[in-house]
């Protein structure tokens, strides 16, 4: 005999009143609640970082991420497959003039999401569902230069490390250091201007911090341009430490050390160059001193499209042949506007001496 209508009915309406009917019929439609979506605020800081190194999401789990700019550079956060973060970053230094069309996004098909480049003071919501593989998930800004030092984890159904060693975290973070130290009255807004000790340099040496993480050091004793990097900017509590004997701490990766000794010559007799001091153009120091009763002018400027530098010189009144030692070049992009290079020398008519420019680059 089959069960009444009117039976069924009413442990029907009973499961209804109990709020017992969807826990019922759930599992059989194979709908089992979700959990709740994460919800993580990341701020773009000062010193190329992150607030928020890392966080953990269950697979296929919705994310809500908002991305906010405070620093007063450029970025944006892009999502990577597992392990491919530097090749990623990498992909993107040599996007070159299409890299603004693109947001700095490489065609790269380690790329999941990411965020447009977004100005100074602006913000940006990324919403997407964590991947069902576990696995560790790098996000990192991918503007000209800032990968290598500005990044961070999603952790999907895996568990997280103890920060102080976790490889997928800045090491500034796995050191617990929520930032750079302030070392600067000024903060980290850019160009900034350190006369210091400096390794490789002489006593009279200066450390410039230009746009984009792009930093140099300048021998003013020399008068030319000792070497080059990107990221941070300079560690001063190492003279500070030893009232003045020991050296500032570069804070990055260098890409180009001058490896030949000497400042700029102009006409055939080696000559003593005399420093004269500098001026601001468009904020940034254009360095005066003369060589062979000749005043020479030198103005150093970062790129955009990658991570490099341009040099510009001026020497108004020349009338004699110049040269410039500038290698190495074999591991850089290198490129001048006049004279002829070779074996790390530019040589220079008289004409064109008086205003060229060289450009050194990351990427070759």
Same mark, same amino acid.
Not at 84 to 97: C, K, P
Not at 147 to 164: I, T
Not at 295 to 302: H, K, M
């Given at each position: 005999? #089959?069960?009444?209508?009117?039976?069924?009915?009413?442990?029907? @309406?009973?499961?209804?009143?109990?709020?017992?009917?969807?826990?019922?019929?759930?599992?059989?439609?194979?709908?089992?609640?979700?959990?709740?979506?994460?919800?993580?605020?990341? &701020?773009?800081?000062? #010193?190329?970082?992150?607030?928020?190194?890392?966080?953990?999401?269950?697979?296929?789990?919705?994310?809500?991420?908002?991305?906010?700019? #405070?620093?007063?550079?450029? *970025?944006?956060?892009?999502?990577?497959?597992?392990?491919?973060?530097?090749?990623?970053?990498?992909?993107?230094?040599?996007?070159?003039?299409?890299?603004?069309?693109?947001?700095?996004?490489?065609?790269?098909?380690?790329?999941?999401?990411?965020?447009?480049?977004?100005?100074?003071?602006?913000?940006?919501?990324?919403?997407?569902?964590?991947?069902?593989?576990? #696995?560790?998930?790098?996000?990192?800004?991918? $503007?000209?230069?800032?990968?290598?030092?500005?990044?961070?984890?999603?952790? %999907? =159904?895996?568990?997280?490390?103890?920060? &102080?060693?976790?490889? *997928?975290?800045?090491?500034?973070?796995?050191?617990?250091?929520?930032?750079?130290?302030?070392?600067?009255?000024?903060?980290?807004?850019?160009?900034?201007?350190?006369?210091?000790?400096?390794?490789?340099?002489?006593?009279?040496?200066?450390?410039?911090?230009?746009?984009?993480?792009?930093?140099?050091?300048?021998? &003013?004793?020399?008068?030319?341009?000792? $070497?080059?990097? $990107?990221?941070?900017?300079?560690? +001063? /509590?190492?003279?500070?430490? /030893?009232?003045?004997?020991?050296?500032?701490?570069?804070?990055?990766?260098?890409?180009?050390?001058?490896?030949?000794?000497?400042?700029?010559?102009?006409?055939?007799?080696?000559?003593? +160059?005399?420093?004269? @001091?500098?001026?601001? %153009?468009?904020?940034?120091?254009?360095?005066?001193?003369?060589?062979?009763?000749?005043?020479? $002018?030198?103005?150093?400027? +970062?790129? *955009?499209?990658?991570?490099?530098?341009?040099?510009?010189?001026?020497?108004?009144?020349?009338?004699?042949?110049?040269?410039?030692? %500038?290698?190495?070049?074999?591991?850089?992009?290198?490129?001048?506007? &006049?004279?002829?290079?070779?074996?790390?020398?530019?040589?220079?008519?008289?004409?064109?001496?008086?205003?060229?420019?060289?450009?050194? =680059?990351?990427?070759?």
């Amino acid at each position: 005999m #089959g069960v009444p209508v009117f039976k069924i009915r009413f442990v029907i @309406g009973l499961f209804v009143q109990l709020g017992l009917f969807g826990l019922v019929i759930a599992p059989a439609l194979g709908q089992e609640p979700k959990d709740d979506r994460v919800e993580v605020d990341i &701020a773009a800081r000062a #010193g190329l970082r992150y607030d928020v190194v890392r966080f953990a999401a269950k697979p296929g789990q919705a994310i809500r991420l908002k991305l906010i700019n #405070g620093d007063d550079m450029a *970025h944006n956060l892009v999502f990577t497959k597992p392990g491919q973060r530097q090749a990623v970053a990498t992909a993107a230094l040599v996007l070159g003039v299409d890299g603004e069309a693109k947001n700095w996004v490489p065609d790269h098909d380690a790329v999941l999401w990411s965020t447009p480049v977004l100005p100074p003071g602006e913000q940006h919501v990324l919403q997407f569902t964590a991947p069902v593989e576990p #696995g560790i998930y790098p996000y990192v800004c991918t $503007y000209p230069g800032h990968g290598f030092l500005m990044y961070g984890a999603m952790y %999907v =159904g895996v568990s997280m490390p103890e920060l &102080a060693t976790d490889q *997928h975290v800045p090491e500034l973070a796995r050191q617990g250091k929520a930032a750079q130290k302030q070392f600067h009255a000024w903060g980290h807004k850019r160009p900034l201007m350190y006369r210091i000790f400096m390794p490789d340099a002489s006593p009279a040496a200066i450390a410039v911090g230009l746009k984009h993480g792009q930093n140099y050091c300048w021998d &003013a004793g020399q008068c030319r341009l000792r $070497y080059v990097w $990107y990221g941070g900017f300079v560690d +001063p /509590s190492p003279v500070w430490r /030893s009232n003045g004997n020991g050296l500032a701490g570069v804070l990055g990766t260098k890409y180009w050390e001058s490896e030949m000794p000497g400042t700029i010559r102009v006409g055939g007799a080696d000559s003593e +160059p005399e420093f004269l @001091g500098y001026k601001k %153009v468009d904020g940034q120091p254009e360095f005066h001193f003369r060589v062979n009763d000749t005043d020479v $002018y030198e103005l150093i400027t +970062p790129l *955009h499209s990658i991570i490099g530098i341009q040099r510009s010189f001026r020497i108004p009144n020349n009338t004699q042949p110049v040269s410039l030692p %500038v290698g190495p070049t074999s591991r850089v992009t290198f490129e001048h506007s &006049a004279g002829k290079l070779e074996n790390g020398l530019l040589t220079l008519s008289a004409e064109e001496a008086r205003a060229f420019t060289v450009f050194i =680059g990351l990427i070759k």
